[in-house]
Every structure is written in C-alpha cells, then in structure tokens.
C-alpha cells in the first residue's frame, strides 16, 4: 500500500471531506478521489460510501484508518532514524573478541552515551568467525575482528572494513630457556586458539619458512591457561608481546619475518552510514 494513499485516507477520516483533504495536502479533489479509490483495489474493498454530497468511510476504511496511524508513525520515524542530520538513536550491536572489546569499544562507549544518550551499545564476546557469522546473519551490526600480516583475511574484500590497530606478536616460552631460532623448538609441542585458525596459519607458516612442521597439541582459547600449559611446560605458543604473561612466561620477539595481529572493524556494505553506527564508528581509535 502506498504511504501517500494511506495518508489521505487518514485525512478524510479526520474531515469528512475529499475537497478539504485536497486543500489541507496541497492536491486536486481528484487525486485524492483516485488515491482511495487505487487503496481501496489494493485491499480489494469498499473503503468509502456515499453519504449525501459527502462521503464516508466504510467500517472497512475504519479499520484501515487506524492501521493508518501505527503505520505512518512508523515510517516517520524510520526516516528519522535514517535521516543523517537528526539525532542518532537506536541499538548498536558488537560483536568481537575480547582484547579489541576492551581496547576499541570499552574506552568509547561512556563518550557516546554522554553525546548521544538515545543509542544503546549491546555487546557479544566473540572470536572472527562468529563474529562474521553473527554480521552476515544481520544479528550484530559490527564486528570486532583481526587478521594477520602472515594470514590475511579474505573476508576484508566483503565487508567495508576500518583499520584499528596492530600489535606484535612472539614466540611465548619459559623465562628460563635462552632466545633461540624458532628451529630450535623443531621438536616441542604446540598449542593454538580453539576458536578460530588464524593463528595456527602463522605458526604453520613460521615453521615451514624454519623447515619443520609444528605438532599441534592443545587447542586453547584463554590466553591465561596458554601462560599457565607454558609454565608447566607443555607446548610452546605465540602470543602478544606487550601483554603481561604469567610470571616465569616470557613473549620473545620474532624476526625475518615479524608477525603482527591487525585489528579492524568489519560492517556490511553500505550500514555504515546509519548514523548510530556511524557515531560509534566515528570514536573508534584508527590506526
């Protein structure tokens, strides 16, 4: 059903007349004859009678007269909601993992809801895949993810994706063992995130350029249990440098080449500019 007609219909059955419709929206009597007569085909029934040189509504175009009101308060207020000069408000939905929900969103979200209190800031702990998972299914509408330097992400080509950070990441071992090259530890075991593979994409890369192949052991996603199987001495693993590990657990750097974790902001084309969205987006720390 068109809005217009729904409008006039509306209209008339606040005036009682299609002459003083016409005049209060600025149209002819006829267009507003044939607007209801094209509604009234579009819900296949009588939605006026004639009652002397006037006319009115049938119970029908009653009932429809009061849909009438939800309906255009309701596109009035998605165009407001879309409209990027009103006030921004609505639910912002994240989805992302915990260092960039920390590190991104957390400092940000007191700022936007002291500048724009009516946008709401809901947010889900989740690692890329889900994350991703959760934005194609229009669950959230932004995802916290990351990549790395040694495994670029595909999804960056489908998405519209701001930068946000990078960090360093090294080789997590005993403080007690020396810094050595990584085909030192040709023999150890390893342990990699349970919840995505990114990082044992790195590490299969390292150490094929080292000329071994890793034996993956532990699939962990708590980055304090990976400190906690390395003090015990079970695997070896890469972790962020900067961090503060477990005491007797040390991050060395890696060289020739580096590796580093690259933080982004992921939405789906073109939400970006919704402007809640947009507001969030607009206070996130870029690189």
Do not use: C
Not at 100 to 112: E, F, G, H, K, N
Request: aromatic letters at 4%.
């Amino acid at each position: 059903m068109d809005v217009r007609r729904l409008k006039m219909l509306l209209e008339l059955s606040r005036l009682g007349s299609m002459h003083e419709v016409a005049d209060e929206i600025g149209t002819t009597t006829s267009t507003v004859s044939q607007a209801i007569a094209a509604l009234a085909r579009d819900v296949g029934t009588a939605l006026i009678e004639p009652d002397g040189r006037r006319v009115r509504l049938t119970p029908a175009g009653h009932r429809l007269a009061e849909h009438a009101v939800t309906i255009l308060a309701a596109v009035d207020a998605a165009r407001l909601d879309l409209d990027p000069d009103a006030e921004p408000i609505g639910v912002v939905r994240v989805a992302g993992f915990a260092t960039a929900i920390r590190r991104s969103l957390m400092p940000v979200i007191d700022d936007l809801r002291h500048v724009h209190p009516g946008i709401e800031v809901r947010v889900r702990e989740h690692e890329p895949p889900e994350a991703l998972a959760s934005l194609a299914r229009d669950d959230v509408d932004l995802a916290l993810v990351y990549d790395y330097n040694l495994a670029p992400a595909s999804w960056r080509s489908d998405h519209d994706t701001t930068a946000l950070w990078e960090v360093e990441w090294g080789l997590g071992m005993p403080t007690s063992e020396p810094r050595a090259p990584l085909a030192t530890f040709a023999d150890r075991d390893w342990i990699v995130n349970s919840r995505h593979t990114a990082d044992e994409e790195v590490l299969r890369t390292l150490a094929s350029m080292a000329g071994f192949t890793p034996r993956v052991v532990h699939r962990v996603d708590a980055l304090e249990l990976v400190d906690d199987l390395i003090l015990a001495g079970h695997g070896l693993a890469l972790l962020p440098r900067g961090r503060t590990s477990r005491r007797g657990v040390t991050v060395r750097p890696l060289t020739d080449p580096t590796v580093r974790l690259r933080g982004y902001a992921a939405t789906r084309r073109g939400r970006d500019r919704w402007p809640p969205l947009r507001a969030l987006l607009n206070r996130l720390p870029q690189v």
